[in-house]
């Protein structure tokens, strides 16, 4: 039986991870009037000591005294997890990290939002949905196009799916490459990270500031760009437009049925679906959808089209697409209903950008089952699809 949380409930949360993207999301979930952050955890001390800071100075603002020491911190997230009086969990670790500390929440029954990527590989992303639906537990992947960034995506997909442009043909994704093996020289580790929780169940190197910055940071850590830890910015950035234009094909719970790459160059990767669309990694930044009476492409600060008219034309009976990514998972956290980008879509939509990945490595067409997701006789690509832990962090 689902647990029913009243509608004017307090929600007790807890960050797992505080780099630069959580800055923003941590300081949203504070100026949520029935979020109580209780709790934060990070592998680093300064940023560790930096999230404490954030959630009390906010906290303290509510009362009289002007103080409050309410917020606990933790290392390790097991640790963490232990706790009996949580609701939910916001992940924002790098991306090798989402689904260990996911599985783990997932099996304490705690409602989870965990960042894209989703996956660092395409087994995992499986083994998540399946205790997602098991547990039983409202998951809400970070895939804030859906919902934020001047609605110009969701206005996208409502025009391209109201026939807009009448049949929607290609799609073209401009965003970056695929990633490459992780070649930093050893650094000497500092004494306030716990490097060995960082690696999780990535091979074991060394400290490299690159990877895991030193202190408090205004970037965006380059452990993206290494396959060890991500999908490079073809995935960094691709789970957020693969994601729209899987969105606006009605493919949120499948995929494409084959993968060609080029001969050469990290551009020009084909994907073709059963409806006989073709989706290209490349073109202008964004997503290009083109279609037999027009097009429209749309970015973060762009929404166009030709003819011009497409993008003005009125949607009759407009959709009640929530408007705001984190209160659609806290809101769906009281109504039990499923958010706006459940576990399930961000694992296709992580399994697109490592299709990709794996088209370039191989560098030959492949044919991929949605359904059963795996390869048809293709043992090479198939093992591909996951990888062996370090010691240690198998997934039990």
Known sequence: MLRAVPANAQLHIAFIGYGKRAYGVIGHALRQADVRIVAVCEVEGTRLA????????????????????GCATYVDYRELLERDDLDAVVIMTPDHMHVHPALAAAKRKLDIYCEKPLTQNIAEGRLLVNSVRDHKIIFQTGSQQRCEFGHHFRKAVELIRAGGIGDLKTIRIGVGASPKPCDLPDQQTPGNLNWDLWLGPAPQRGYHEELCPKGIHNHFPAFRKYEEYAGGMLADIGAHHFDIAQWAMGMDASGPVSVEPPAAGHTGLKFTYANGVEMFHGGPSGCTFEGTKGTIRVDRNLLESDPADIITASIANGSAWPKDHLRNWLDCIKTREEPICSAETGHRTATVCHLANIGYK???????????????????????????????????
């Open 50 to 69: 930096k999230a404490k800071e954030e959630v009390e100075k906010r906290y303290a603002e509510e009362k009289k005294s002007g103080t409050y020491k």
């Open 362 to 396: 191989l560098r030959r067409k492949l044919a991929w089952d949605p359904v059963k997701e795996e390869f048809p006789g293709d043992a090479e690509a198939n093992a591909l699809t996951t990888r062996k832990p370090r010691t240690g962090w198998e997934h039990t």
